[in-house]
């Protein structure tokens, strides 16, 4: 390992252990290292839990998504006893992809020369191959991850040793229960390639910090920023509060306003006007209010490209065109905003000057996520 990359990690350890107060951010090293890329590739989105979708993005048999993780092409599809399934999206021929994108069929059938495979992987037919002695028809199958749904949430483990996702998430599955995410189905989704290492649009989402300068007419007057703070360090999430100021919701967006005050019965009355920002580690975010909640997704797909996937969530009856149109609205004019915060500091970072500086206590969360990446990666040096 290059003497940079142990330093790195070595400083992600010491974090563990460092009060708040003496935090600063990320070192340079860790969004430009290609060794501490691969690393967290190996560590990270290997061998954690990595959520890939929602439920209701396959209800039907026969529904399936395709999805990068980890340079793996995967693909996440429902069968005939709609059970779900996480396999390779790789022929067991020669290597082409099975299916692309998203869609609906009876049979997985790859486009090179038409091997298909059942919905749970299993090889259905292969072409031109009866004098074959090798293929093991049997036996053949695309392979399968571990996959297990949360809150109506797909997450998707590589590592076939890996423990349950469940236990782990059972307290925040009670804290996040008033929200009823379980029953929650797509408004509206974003899908774009931003340019930036995958851990800066972490850090942009796990602080409010920066609501004033860089949302100063958008975000920043309903969720002022500096009013944000976070909560207490956990294991597998951080917690970020930000008050909501319902009177100026009311006046400019009365659409989400009035969905709040339907959706407010079960929530605690101090958590009702403020949005509960949960950071699960490693690269997912659930922004919670009454009656409505952004999800984040975020998948590396090289050290300065990242895939961000976001939704927002409604409960079913509460599905209607009037609102998905004005969610995809906010994400026009909200995420270029914060598309800055990627792509303007990938270059910046590159300075030979460039060096971590302190964290504010706004900023608490990226700490705790440098914490997590302490803990993923200590056994490497
Ligand atoms: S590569 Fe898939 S059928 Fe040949
Ligand atoms: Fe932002």
């Known amino acids: 390992m290059h003497t940079d990359t142990r330093l790195l990690i070595e400083t992600l350890i010491a974090s563990i252990t460092t009060p ?16 501490f890329y691969q ?45 779900l399934h996480a396999l390779s999206n790789v022929c067991r021929h020669r290597y082409m992809q099975v299916v692309d994108g998203r869609g609906n069929a009876a049979r997985l059938t790859c486009p090179y020369h038409g091997w298909s495979y059942q919905l749970d992987g299993a090889l259905a037919g292969a072409t031109n191959m009866t004098e074959s002695r090798i293929l093991d028809k049997a036996n053949c199958r695309l392979p399968e991850f571990k996959l297990e749904t949360w809150l109506g949430f797909i997450f998707v483990n590589l590592d076939t040793n ?14 996040l229960a008033p929200y009823h995410i379980d029953k929650m189905r797509i408004s509206s989704m974003y899908d774009e390639i931003w340019e930036g290492n995958w851990k800066l649009t972490m850090e942009n989402n796990a602080e409010a910090h920066h609501h004033r300068t860089l949302h100063p007419d958008t975000l920043q007057p309903w969720m002022p920023g500096d009013d944000s703070h976070c909560g207490e360090d956990e294991i597998d999430w951080g917690l970020l509060r930000t008050p909501l100021m319902m009177d100026l919701v009311r006046d400019e967006a009365p659409i989400y306003a009035n969905l709040m005050q339907r959706w407010s019965a079960d929530i605690d ?33 090289s050290i300065k490209r990242t895939r961000v996937m976001m939704g927002a969530l409604v409960a079913e009856e509460e599905l209607n065109d009037e609102l998905s149109h004005y969610n995809k609205e906010f994400f026009d004019v909200l995420n270029p905003e914060d598309y800055q915060a990627t792509w303007r500091l990938q270059k910046t970072i590159q300075s030979r000057f460039a060096e971590a500086g302190p964290l504010s206590v706004k900023e608490a969360c990226l700490f705790y996520f440098q914490r997590y990446l302490g803990r993923r990666l200590k056994d490497t040096v």
């Open 20 to 35: 708040l107060e003496e935090a600063r951010g990320l070192p340079p090293q860790a969004y430009l290292s290609e060794e």
């Open 39 to 83: 690393l967290e590739l190996e560590y990270l989105f290997r061998r954690d839990w990595i959520c890939v979708g929602r439920e209701e993005e396959v209800p039907q048999t026969g529904d399936y998504f395709t999805i990068e993780l980890a340079e793996e092409p995967l693909l996440i599809v429902r069968d005939r006893e709609q059970n």
């Open 162 to 175: 890996a423990a349950p996702l469940a236990p782990r998430l059972q307290k925040l599955k009670q804290l």
């Open 269 to 301: 009355p101090q958590d009702r006007e403020e949005t509960l920002t949960y950071v699960l580690y490693p690269s997912s975010t659930i922004d919670a209010s009454p009656g409505i909640v952004f999800w984040k997704r975020i998948l590396p797909l």
